[in-house]
Every structure is written in C-alpha cells, then in structure tokens.
C-alpha cells in the first residue's frame, strides 16, 4: 500500500468497534481525509491522546481502498485542553470544526488548512472575541469555498448599502433592497467587511447589538448556502 506524510487537524471522530477510532483530518496538502487509527482507545495506545478533536500532528499513512490507516503521530499543536475548559470557546470551536468538515469534503486548499489553524489558535490563546472568531472564520471560509460575500457597493445602483441578502451574498439601497434582505446598516456592513478581512482593529470598535446582529445574519448565510444549519449553532454561547 502506499505511505505518505502530511500535517492535519483532526476535526471529528467516530469509534470503529472496541478500541480503534475513524478520524476525520482536515490535511495541509491531501484535503479532508477519513482513516482509521488501529488500538487508539486501549490505556496503552502510544498515540491515541495526539489523536483528538483541535489536535495538530504530522502524520503517517497507509492508503487504503475506502479508509486509510494512521501508522506514526507526532503532535504538531494541541489547542483542545484551553477550548474544552471554556464553555464558550468549546462550543464556538465545535462550530468551527464543523464548518471546516462541511466546507472542504469535496475539495480544499492549503488555506482552508492554514484558516482552520488560525481560527483554533485564536481561540486557544483568547486573543480576540470569540464569537467574532467565529463569524471571521465562518465568512473567510464561505469565500474559500467560492461563496464570497460581495459588501461593498449595492448589486444595482452601486450606492452606498444598508441591507444583506443571506440568499446572494450581496448587498443593497434602500431603492434597490432584495426580498429577504437584512437591514444591518452602514456599521453591519463595516463589520462585516472587517470580520472578512482580519480587520480586528475594526472590530473591536463595533457595539455588541452589532455584533449579534452580524453574527445571526453570518450564520443564516452559511446555512442557506449548505443547505442546512450547522448542529453545533444550537448550543452558541455568544455573550462575553
């Protein structure tokens, strides 16, 4: 069987019978990937805590025909321990790597790796507001997917605009306001470029009533455009 070696994040895990685990790895170069890890959940696996949600490790595989087989682990990176001591942050976390697992099961990139990394380091350190983490996260990587929000001019007119439309991605006037549209305004739309940009100088200047209002609408978008919400969007903590 071929070997190869890559960095992943694990993203989400299923047990396979009594003591092996299926892992879920978003990878820097082979995308999302399914393989098995053989033993992780006996006391005496040599790996199996590298092998964990919000985990970084370079990795060794085996292909295999539907699953490959994890041979070799060294821990790159392990976020989980600060995200799972915090409320909020496991379960913004747990939004993200769902997202992630949603974005990039067909395809993804480097940059949704190097996105997802980001994100979870963020939140480890509690660097920035984590449900602004979250709707940055969410809206870079709809744009990854090709989903990109266009924010800047009304879709019509090319005036300045107040209103969102979850359904398009684009914005609008008041003359020329798409059905559905969300009126978030001048300071929305600012944020929601900021969110888009990594502009956090920016985004930390926006009032919570904006920044709740902007993170429902972030959240209405994803989910229109996979169709289907995000499970872990049900428990949101959003309140600092």
């Known amino acids: 069987m071929p070997v190869y070696r890559d960095e992943g994040i694990i993203i989400r895990t299923h047990k396979l019978g009594e003591v092996d685990r299926i892992l879920t790895i978003l990878t820097r170069r082979h995308g999302q990937i399914r393989a098995v890890a053989k033993g992780v959940r006996k006391t005496s696996s040599r790996f199996g805590a590298r092998l964990e949600p919000f985990m970084v ?18 821990q790159l990176a392990s976020y989980g321990a600060e995200i799972v001591a915090d409320y909020q942050l496991y379960t913004i976390g747990n939004a993200i790597l769902e997202a992630a697992e949603r ?11 190097l996105l997802l990394i980001g994100a979870l380091r963020t939140l480890a350190q509690n660097q920035r507001p984590a449900p602004q983490v979250l709707d940055s996260y969410l809206l870079r990587s709809l744009a990854l997917a090709g ?7 009304c879709h019509l007119c090319q005036n300045s605009p107040i209103s969102f439309s979850t359904h398009t991605g684009a914005v609008s006037c008041p003359s020329c306001e798409l059905p559905g549209a969300v009126r978030l305004g001048g300071y929305g739309l600012e944020l929601m470029r900021a969110l888009l940009a990594g502009d956090w100088d920016t985004v930390a200047k926006a009032d ?12 209405t978008y994803l989910q229109w455009q996979l169709e289907r919400g995000l499970r872990s969007l049900r428990f949101l903590e959003r309140s600092e």
Request: glycine residues 4%; proline residues 2%; charged residues 25%.
């Open 57 to 74: 490790a370079d990795l060794q595989l085996y292909e295999g025909r539907n699953l490959d087989t994890v041979s070799q682990v060294e």
């Open 103 to 113: 974005l990039t099961r067909e395809t993804s990139s480097e940059s949704h790796y």
């Open 147 to 153: 989903w990109v929000p266009d924010l800047e001019q």
């Open 208 to 219: 919570d009533q904006t920044k709740e209002a902007v993170g429902n609408v972030v959240s």
